[in-house]
């Protein structure tokens, strides 16, 4: 189950903390990432976090202004954004990261995703 939460209407140059509360093995196991979809694009990976939070690696568009990081022990991965673009505008969703670029889940034949959380940036 994924359950994100923290989204809501902020300035340019604001800064918002996502939460993703997760739970399963398929999840606690992987590398865990943020993902958005703004409206008529397609979802992409923005960041992603290892099992044991050692490396990150970020989309080159939030390079910088956002910071991932899991805790294990309570079963969350945050999004910390800052200096907040209009362009961020989107709906966040967190899942697993598979080594081919997809979730884990997809990687089987099953597309899961949770609610997401909406973030609206204005100029």
């Known amino acids: 189950q994924l359950v994100e939460s923290g989204g809501g209407l902020v300035q340019a140059g604001g800064s918002l903390r996502l939460s993703c509360a997760f739970s399963g093995t398929i999840f606690s196991d992987n590398t865990m990432g943020w993902y958005r979809q703004a409206p008529g694009n397609q979802r992409r990976l923005v960041a992603s976090i290892n099992k044991d939070g050692s490396r990150t690696n970020f989309a080159a568009s939030v390079k910088d202004r956002f910071a991932i990081s899991r805790d294990n022990a309570k079963n969350i991965v945050y999004l910390q954004m800052n200096n907040l673009e209009p362009e961020d505008t989107a709906v966040y969703y967190c899942?697993?990261?598979?080594?081919?670029?997809?979730?884990?889940?997809?990687?089987?034949?099953?597309?899961?995703w949770g609610n997401g959380t909406l973030v609206t940036v204005s100029s």
């Open positions: 899942n697993s990261v598979h080594p081919t670029g997809t979730t884990w889940m997809a990687s089987w034949g099953m597309d899961y």
